[in-house]
């Protein structure tokens, strides 16, 4: 059974048996954590788990010896960290959209041209990434109706985006990505500044 959790730079005894990662994900997510944070980092023995909510790594037994190290983020740290993340990629597509356009408006190939794959994976990133920032964003207690109002809007283009892809349809693609998706990331990266400032400053009072 586990004898110590390390949570962050403190180690934390362990008064109950916990003889699986699955009770003591468990424990620590209930007892040590609560509602303070959210638990970001696992690290078993050595070996970082990244599905750590797995029923696979769930059944994973523990002994006296076993070392598990665990981080826990804020929800407010979390939050900053999608944001800038946003931030970054969707200046950086709507940058490169119109490059990217002309480099596949005459391809003939059957073959996804790599640019508009780039383009349209890290497009499903930035969706991904606000729709989990709409499941923590409670926490903070901010406004975030701008971003996800861009959200909704980018996510339908992403979608026919994938559509024309699918479809082999170069050129739709071209005008998808100029015409729709890169002007939708600029919007959401200035709702993304504006949400960060307001953290920053509701932080700072």
Known sequence: MLKTVQVGK?????PVPLKHLADAIEWVEDIVVRHEGTLTKVVLDGEEIEDFHSKKWGKRKLSKSSSLHVQVDS?????MEILSTV???????SQSAHMVAV???DTESVIPPQSIVNAYADSLLIVELVQHLSEIVDYTQEDIAGVLGQYYIL?????????????????????????????????L?????????????????
């Open 75 to 79: 929800p407010w740290n979390i939050c």
């Open 155 to 187: 996510k339908r283009q992403v979608d026919h985006l994938g559509v024309a892809m699918r479809k082999k349809q170069w050129r739709d693609c071209a005008r998808f990505l100029v015409r729709r998706v890169a002007p939708i990331l600029r919007d």
């Open 103 to 105: 480099g596949i408006w």
């Open 10 to 14: 403190k180690k934390i005894p362990v």
């Open 87 to 93: 931030s970054d990629f969707s200046e950086a597509i």
């Open 189 to 205: 990266l200035r709702e993304c500044e504006q949400l960060q400032m307001s953290m920053m400053a509701s932080q700072a009072v």
